[in-house]
């Protein structure tokens, strides 16, 4: 049977990196800074959780740290986006970049190899339930900011300052101090991803081992409206392309065409998902193809 | 006369100075100064082989080559961030040109030149029509450029990939690699050195992106629309025709470097070896530090070359690794963000916006998530 428990199993372990990612890059869309960093705020957990793990001998150390150092990396994005009011979009390139470059130059400095840094002795993440305790983390995660979104006043005030910055401000509520928070609350929970995919996943550290989760992980928040229940749906489909890849290799499909289908599965998720969606803005206003211009 | 150019040249150095473009640099090579140090190396014995290795009688060649690479990929990206899009799917692009490139040169029934041509024309156009790809699918489906340039590139090199372990592979070789070109199919070389003709074709594209950007009213349309895409689509510059036309100039162009690369040394697809020094996030560096300006982009992307071979021999001198010519390329960017605003032709929610600027109202802005704008198209 191809579509068993199994996979659903492998689908929800495979998520959770994404997961956490999305959530972070949610808050922050929600808060009105486009992040697109998560790639390297992730990349940077990875190497942290991994060095830490491999120096104390503690993976759970190796968490904490790796959330600390991805929060603190996320500064770079709200120094530049909200009180320099730089480039978003850039400053998410140039993130991306400078974490693979720096962990690979740490990689070789400190471990003094070069590609992949693996040790029998290094430590990982241990199994709660067959699932690993950052993915009830993530879980709670979800619940959480859906709360925090639509009950409580943080929440309200963090999406007042996303959609109205001015109106926020004039209330008094400081528009930079939530998209602080907001960016460095996305850190943590990258570092957290970071951490799941070099010590929970996989137990190792290689050169941009991300990947291009981060990435998907902007996808979802898209493909999620920026909802936290949306974003975990996105990243559960994710999760399952990723656990179905897998399972087809076993059954012979070469392994090239397995590696490419989360990309083709995202991508076609958001065609159905906008397209879905401008159905039902054709609906309500009539004809929406006659608007003109872009807003 | 004399005097009046010299004041000129006088104010310009003063300008150049001031301008973040220097600041972000001098800055970049400040915190690599900084990491040398912590790793116990002289930052100027350090630069001073980053110069002398890629500039000097040795290295040269190895940066011309390099620069071929980086330039192509530079203007590739900087063509259509000169009208605001990011293109994020440069591997993809390069990587499928390498592969038509290499198909076609193994098994063209021409002759030798002939087969180069057609190669090169292969090259270019699988590389444009991926490309072209990406922005039908921000035309007609809604998906953001940047995201849907950037997916769609994973595929393509996978596909790549597996063509070259499967049906293409070398047969008896244990390296993932097509055959070796059949001889005389490959760009004429200068003298003995790795420079090929693949530099010169470079170089007339950035000629050719010049000239259209000063001089030709295409050129005037992009710049409109980079500076202020509302006014441009005002004045009547059919926005989504641009995309898709930019996207295939810039996926030609990324194509065209892959089939270079297949075309010189080592006259094969290897996987991996176009995609793997990263010249697509050099370029795309070099076109943001130049802000896509024709020149500035030839002059980023000559220094990020010298900095990349120049990486090399400072790790053979000094034993720092050369990833940190990587860091230093990114510092450089980081910095020139937070000092600089593009304007971008359609605003997701929240990307770049001014705090202190009025918001027009947007229909769907109600809605959360950034492609909720998207549908007021």
Redesign the interface.
């Known amino acids: 049977m191809f579509l068993d428990s199994d996979l659903l199993m492998s689908a929800l372990r495979a998520l959770t990196p994404i997961l956490l990612a999305a959530l972070g890059g949610a808050l922050c869309e929600r808060a009105g800074v486009f992040n697109i960093g998560l790639e390297g705020m992730m990349l940077m957990g990875c190497f942290t959780a991994v060095a830490t793990s491999w120096f104390t001998g503690s993976p759970w150390l190796g968490v904490l740290a790796a959330a600390l150092a991805a929060a603190a990396y996320s500064l770079i994005l709200a120094v530049g986006a909200v009180t320099l009011r730089g480039d978003a979009v850039v400053l998410g390139v140039a993130m991306n970049l400078l974490a693979v470059g720096l962990t690979s130059f740490l990689l070789r400095t400190v471990f003094g190899v070069q590609g992949t840094f693996d040790d029998p002795s290094l430590a990982g993440l241990p199994l709660v339930g067959g699932f690993s305790p950052l993915a009830y983390l993530a879980w709670a995660a979800v619940g959480v900011s859906a709360l925090l979104l639509s009950r409580h006043v943080w929440g309200l005030r963090l999406r007042g300052v996303g959609e109205a910055p001015d109106a926020a401000a004039t209330l008094g509520v400081s528009p930079a101090r939530y998209k602080y928070a907001a960016v460095l609350v996305s850190g943590v929970l990258c570092g957290l991803a970071g951490a799941q995919l070099a010590l929970g996943n996989v137990t190792l550290f290689s050169e941009n081992m991300t990947a291009g989760r981060g990435w998907i992980a902007v996808v979802a928040v898209m493909l999620g409206r920026a909802l936290p229940l949306g974003v975990l749906l996105a990243a559960l489909l994710f999760g399952l392309a990723e656990a179905a890849g897998f399972r087809l290799q076993g059954l012979g499909m070469p392994q090239q065409a397995t590696d490419a289908a989360p990309y083709v599965v995202t991508l076609v998720a958001l065609f159905l998902s906008t397209a879905q969606r401008r159905r039902r803005t054709a609906r309500t206003t009539g004809n929406a193809r006659t608007t003109g211009v872009a807003p | 006369m004399a005097v009046d150019s010299t004041g000129v040249l006088a104010a310009r150095a003063k300008g150049a100075l001031r301008s973040p473009v220097t600041f972000s640099v001098v800055a970049g090579l400040v915190i690599g100064a900084l990491?040398l140090v912590g790793?116990g190396a002289d930052p100027l014995a350090a630069y001073g082989a980053v110069v002398t290795g890629s500039l000097g009688g040795d290295g040269i060649g190895a940066t011309l080559t390099t620069g071929t690479s980086v330039l192509g990929l530079a203007l590739a990206l900087a063509i259509p961030l000169r009208a605001g899009l990011?293109n994020?799917g440069g591997d993809g692009q390069l990587v499928l040109g390498g592969i038509a490139a290499a198909v076609t040169g193994l098994y063209s029934p021409l002759p030798a030149p002939l087969t180069v041509v057609l190669a090169l024309l292969a090259g270019t156009a699988a590389g444009a029509a991926y490309a072209a790809l990406a922005a039908l699918?921000e035309n007609r489906?809604?998906?953001?450029l940047?995201?849907?340039s950037?997916?769609?590139s994973?595929?393509a090199t996978?596909?790549a990939?597996?063509l070259v372990?499967?049906p293409l592979k070398e047969p008896g070789s244990s390296l993932p690699q097509t055959r070796r070109l059949p001889e005389g199919v490959a760009l004429p070389a200068f003298g003995t050195s790795t420079v090929t003709a693949g530099l010169v074709l470079v170089l007339l594209a950035a000629a050719a992106y010049w000239f259209a950007d000063r001089r030709t009213a295409v050129g005037y349309e992009i710049r409109m629309t980079g500076l202020n895409?509302?006014f441009a689509?005002?004045a009547g510059v059919e926005?989504k025709g641009l995309t898709l036309r930019l996207m295939a100039v810039s996926g030609g162009l990324a194509g065209l470097v892959g089939s270079i690369g297949v075309l010189s040394f080592p006259y094969r697809f290897l996987d991996g070896s176009l995609t793997a020094p990263g010249y697509t996030?050099t370029g795309?560096?070099a076109a943001?530090l130049a802000a896509a300006a024709p020149l500035g982009t030839v002059l980023a992307a000559f220094f990020f070359a010298v900095l990349q071979v120049g990486g090399l021999s400072m790790e053979r001198t000094t034993e720092v690794?050369r990833?940190?010519t990587?860091?230093?390329?990114?510092?450089v960017?980081?910095f020139?963000?937070?000092?600089?605003?593009?304007p971008?032709?359609?605003?997701?929610?929240?990307?770049?916006?001014?705090?202190g600027a009025?918001?027009?109202p947007?229909?769907?802005?109600?809605?959360?998530?950034?492609?909720?704008?998207?549908?007021?198209?």
């Open positions: 990491f790793t990011i994020l699918c489906f809604g998906v953001p940047l995201v849907s950037l997916l769609l994973y595929p996978s596909f990939s597996y372990r499967h895409p509302r689509a005002y926005r996030w795309l560096t943001l690794p990833e940190l990587q860091v230093l390329q990114a510092i960017i980081v020139l963000a937070a000092r600089l605003r593009f971008r032709p359609r605003r997701t929610r929240g990307e770049d916006r001014d705090p009025p918001e027009p947007t229909p769907g802005s109600a809605v959360p998530g950034s492609a909720a704008q998207r549908e007021a198209v």
